[in-house]
């Protein structure tokens, strides 16, 4: 039982190249989220999932898609990545809405 | 936007200490969770407290939470090196999805 696994762990990107960030979860979990945390900034809501094939925008979904194909995976995609998504990226999943989320180890993602 | 603020945004203790955390948040909230953070890794759940509790103990974490004044606390007694991270509050929202809120966190360090 992994948990949530996020790959990859680093990434350099340059201005304008694309990406997709995967995350999975052993856990038959219905609720995924992703999250970007910046520094002084805490975490921040990308986009989340309630389920197999629905996704939802978060706070600050701009710039980014996401797609859940399969209930234990969570894709967070970068069409054309710009400076201002240098950050880290967490990926999380839970049972239920009102339920303790658990979190994977982040991908650092630089954007030059 | 942020719905928990923290306070302090900086602790040092000694070890043995207790240290003690606040977060403060803006509107109603159904539950208020606790997680924590070591340096370069994902969070990790703590606690939870509902909003018709007022204390919690788990372990060596005392939470309180007082939805009059929007505000919980978090203390952990008799403070390790070990616990030293950056502990956020969370709060849920109030769509169906109950997506959580960080906080910006406060960063312990426990000084041996």
């Known amino acids: 039982n992994a948990g949530v696994t996020q790959t990859p762990k680093f990434r350099v990107l340059k201005t304008g190249q694309s990406m997709t960030l995967l995350c999975a979860q052993d856990?038959?979990?219905?609720?995924m989220y992703w999250y970007r945390q910046d520094p002084g900034m805490g975490l921040r809501l990308i986009h989340y999932?309630?389920?197999?094939?629905?996704?939802a925008k978060g706070e600050v979904p701009d710039g980014y898609n996401v797609s859940r194909l399969k209930k234990q995976n969570f894709l967070l995609g970068l069409e054309s990545a710009a400076p201002s998504q240098t950050s880290v990226y967490f990926c999380?999943?839970?049972?239920?809405?009102?339920?303790?989320?658990?979190f994977g180890q982040g991908t650092r993602l630089t954007v030059v | 936007s942020q719905q928990g603020e923290e306070d302090p945004q900086a602790l040092s203790i000694q070890e043995g200490e207790n240290a003690t955390m606040n977060c403060s948040y803006k509107?109603?909230?159904?539950?208020l969770q606790w997680y924590r953070q070591n340096s370069g890794r994902g969070l990790v759940h703590l606690i939870l407290?509902?909003?018709?509790?007022r204390e919690k103990h788990s372990g060596r974490l005392r939470v309180t939470l007082d939805t009059s004044k929007k505000s919980s606390s978090l203390l952990i007694t008799a403070s390790r090196a070990a616990d030293t991270a950056s502990y956020f509050c969370?709060?849920?929202?109030?769509?169906?999805?109950?997506?959580?809120?960080f906080g910006s966190g406060t960063q312990l360090t426990v000084l041996p």
């Open positions: 856990m038959n979990h219905e609720y």
């Open positions: 969370a709060t849920d929202g109030s769509g169906s999805a109950r997506q959580l809120t």
């Open positions: 509107t109603s909230i159904n539950n």
């Open positions: 999932s309630v389920g197999e094939g629905t996704t």
């Open positions: 999380a999943s839970s049972p239920k809405g009102d339920r303790p989320l658990g």
């Open positions: 407290i509902r909003s018709n509790e």
